[in-house]
């Protein structure tokens, strides 16, 4: 969003991007290795081994969602050693790659939105930004400006580089290995359901939760112009709305869910809870006064709007146990 583009209505150009045959062949796989899976759920497998998957997938969203993204990626909060450990941990669940390297691209998706330099190009469509992304190989221009982004942080951070130079040997142990070894070990699943349950199909849903991260904002995320009740609309758990635009223009707010929710989502409530154990300290986000104040001082003085909504945070004092009581916006 760096260049103001809001992207959706922009030209594009055709960026030459070569395809990743290895991955494109892998995920193929992956997605028919996930239906048989599936098929086994419904067929043989324990429910035992059903509910362990889905405790995996959830410890895995955990990982991506409030460790790599709100926490490492935008910096939303700080966490102590403990919790680190422990979100390093659920994000090697996922297997998709360490936690430095996923930050490096999503930052650079942030700073390039929406421009062919964006790894994820929302506005190319929901196809592009899910799946074919993520089988063609970055650009000479995109590593050029992945390298120069400020990863120093990460670099300070010895639970990050831990995982970044033992990542395949964390990988087997964690992604592969332990999952694998306790349903077999204690309630005697089969080998085929062992490994097609808990091995392809959470390695392939799993896949598809993480890819969301990116491509949501195409399926859930108000175009220009459209208009909905805020969030009032919700059939079952999908809606439409402005907090993935949000997103982009607050990324330092804690609050803001990865599928198009505010505060309400369960990656929220993990943080709070944490923050209430004095795991997890400055929860940052902003209140509805806040957004006023920030739109205020963004007319008066003419000034991007991310830098005022950062101004007003910065001169605003939240209670410290804001975390027991979120604001929402759509409560004024
Ligand atoms: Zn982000």
Known sequence: MSNGNDGFNAEIEEPTREGDWPKFWFFNYIQILTMYGIYLVATQACLL??????????????????GAHRLWAHRTYTATVHLRIFLMICQTLVGQGCIYNWVKYHRLHHQEYCTNNDPYNPSKGFFYSHVLCFIR????????????????DLEEDAVIMFQKRYYWVLYAVIMVILPLYVPL?????????????VGWMRSGLVLHLSWLIHSATTILGLKKGERYPLDTNAVFIINKNYWLQYHYLVPWDYQTSEYGNYGGDYISKFIRVCAALELATNLRTID????????????????????CLLEVYDSTSIPIDHYLKPSKFYNI
């Open 49 to 66: 081994t059903t509910l362990f998957c889905m405790l995996l997938i959830s410890l895995g969203v955990i990982g991506v969602t409030a």
């Open 137 to 152: 190989k970055t650009t000479p221009e995109q590593e050029e400006l992945a390298d120069k982004i400020d990863m120093s």
């Open 185 to 197: 070990k204690f309630w005697g699943e089969t080998f085929l359901c062992t490994v097609f349950v």
């Open 288 to 307: 509805s006064n806040g957004v006023k104040k920030a739109l205020e001082m963004c007319l008066e003085t003419k000034k991007n709007i991310k830098d």
